[in-house]
Nanobody, 116 residues
Framework: QVQLVESGGGLVQPGGSLRLSCAAS????????MGWYRQAPGKERELVAE???????NSGDSVKGRFTISRDNARKMVFLQMNSLKAEDTGVYYC??????????WGQGTQVTVSS
């Protein structure tokens, strides 16, 4: 059974930082592309950043230069370091795992709120 469990969300002031973590189980982690998506109230879910099995990263334009995705294959974890947070970064952040032919898996999400 595949499980993706996010942690690290919370309330932070504008300009602050948070680090999200996602622990995976039930998959051959090092073969999957891992990613973070977010969904703000009333908006569609959007890609924040992803990292391939080979370590290639891709991120949304709105977070470039502020957010960094990384993975630890030995621990089966993926991280999202978020710096210089803005109010518009508020939303539920979801961990995602995808692999061609095997589909896409989602975590339950963790709330990030950026507010003074």
């Amino acid at each position: 059974q595949v499980q993706l469990v996010e942690s690290g969300g919370g309330l932070v002031q504008p300009g602050g930082s948070l680090r999200l973590s996602c622990a995976a189980s039930g998959i051959l982690f090092n073969l999957w592309t891992m990613g973070w998506y977010r969904q703000a109230p009333g908006k569609e879910r959007e890609l924040v950043a992803e990292i391939s099995s080979g370590g290639t990263t891709n991120s949304g334009d709105s977070v470039k230069g502020r957010f960094t995705i990384s993975r630890d294959n030995a621990r089966k974890m993926v991280f999202l370091q978020m710096n210089s947070l803005k109010a518009e970064d508020t939303g539920v952040y979801y961990c995602n795992a995808r692999r061609s032919g095997l589909g896409t898996k989602w975590g339950q999400g963790t709330q990030v709120t950026v507010s003074s």
